[in-house]
């Protein structure tokens, strides 16, 4: 039943997607719990209720309930039931910016943490999909964190002529356009970007402290000089429960 209209919800299609059952309720009733369905500091459906509601067995409520629970959402008391955080942890929002100042602001409180950083590979290795290759990358992988949270997994081409004007400080505070954009002599003729919706893979939701499945936000972003060398490809996996995008239409 709809606890706030008291029609009947239609039964979720679980069947579509290879996603887990309880990953998928998961995500439905996050949403429930964030658009204010389930409103904070009262109590939700029952679990036979919920089982009943979507056509799947208790154990599966219980695992979906189980990923609110380590996320802070909801409450379980033992002969009460189980209730929504009257005040729910803060939701760390980042903005994947959509204009050219915004991609090279960094963002307020976020540290960068160095995974891996490889010198010298050929410029054939590189995901290279527009402009001309330079002749080797480097490649940095790094992590973003807010408030002792991971947000964004990044892996970073770029261009191996420039790392002697980059410092060790820049590599943990810029954002991956910022290290080339701000350089001396290095000028920007165009850059691009591309977002898309996936899911995370065990590696990624092992990096951003994900369950395996969860969606999260690929971003692509390639700059080049005026000659089509591109100087700098970066590929980021944002977490999908914490992304925003603004986009200003007029």
Not at 42 to 55: S, W
Not at 212 to 240: K, Q, S
Request: charged letters at 25%; proline letters at 6%; a neutral charge.
């Amino acid at each position: 039943m709809n606890h706030s209209t008291g029609t009947p919800r239609p039964a979720p299609d679980l069947n579509r997607s290879a996603v887990a059952r309880y990953l998928q309720l998961a995500t439905l009733f996050r949403h429930r719990v964030e658009q204010g369905a389930w409103p904070a500091g009262k109590q939700i459906p029952t679990v036979d209720e919920l089982a009943a509601e979507c056509g799947v067995a208790r154990a599966t409520i219980r695992q979906a309930l189980d990923q609110l629970a380590q996320e802070g959402l909801i409450e379980r008391f033992r002969a009460k039931g189980t209730f929504v955080r009257a005040t729910p942890p803060d939701r760390l929002w980042c903005d994947v910016e959509t204009d050219w100042n915004g991609l090279l602001r960094s963002r307020e409180g976020a540290e960068i943490e160095i995974l891996s950083d490889h010198p010298n590979q050929d410029g054939s290795v590189a995901p290279v999909h527009a402009g001309h290759p330079a002749p080797s990358y480097r490649h940095l992988r790094r992590r973003h964190w807010r408030n002792g949270q991971p947000f964004l997994l990044a892996d970073v081409w770029m261009d191996d002529r420039l790392s002697a004007k980059v410092t060790a400080e820049d590599l943990v505070t810029k954002t991956s356009l910022k290290l080339v954009a701000g350089l001396p002599g290095v000028t920007i003729a165009e850059a691009r970007q591309t977002l898309t919706i996936g899911s995370a893979d065990v590696e990624t939701a092992a990096a951003l402290h994900l369950p395996l499945n969860a969606p999260v936000a690929h971003v692509h972003r390639t700059a080049m000089d005026p000659e089509g060398t591109t100087l700098l490809i970066a590929n980021g996996i944002y977490r999908g429960d914490m992304v925003r995008i603004d986009v200003k239409l007029r």
